[in-house]
């Protein structure tokens, strides 16, 4: 079965746009029922932080890529080519190595306090 990936980050994506697409851990699996049993994925997993949304879902074939971006699309309420322009995807072989990039290699940003910790 094929795996892909639908997502959107602070490099693709305007922070509206991000902020949108986000995922509060509490909806988290009022959405993965959603995506699984309105029938866009056999299995998912999303990803959600502060610079990117990102689903890794198994599909029956590569076209379902298209019914996941519109899954995305309709669950947050965006109008789908507002979504389409700002969104990658990625598929099998090259959706592992996204995603043991994003894992070993986090692109987070880090705000620095002036502020010291002294003893």
Not at 75 to 104: F, K, W
Request: glycine share 2%; charged share 25%; net charge negative.
């Amino acid at each position: 079965m094929p795996l892909i990936t639908v997502g959107v980050n602070h490099k693709t994506a305007p922070v509206s746009i991000r902020e949108r697409v986000a995922f509060a851990p509490e909806k988290m699996i009022d959405a993965l029922s959603s995506l699984i049993s309105e029938k866009r994925a056999n299995e998912a997993v999303i990803v959600s932080t502060c610079n990117r949304t990102e689903l890794y879902c198994s599909v029956e074939d590569f076209s379902k890529v298209d019914d996941v971006i519109a899954w995305l699309s309709e669950y947050h309420g965006i109008a789908l080519p507002e979504l389409q322009q700002y969104c990658y995807t990625h598929a099998n072989d090259d959706s592992v190595r996204h995603i043991m990039r994003v894992a070993s290699e986090p692109t987070l940003l880090f705000l620095v306090s002036r502020r010291f910790l002294v003893r």
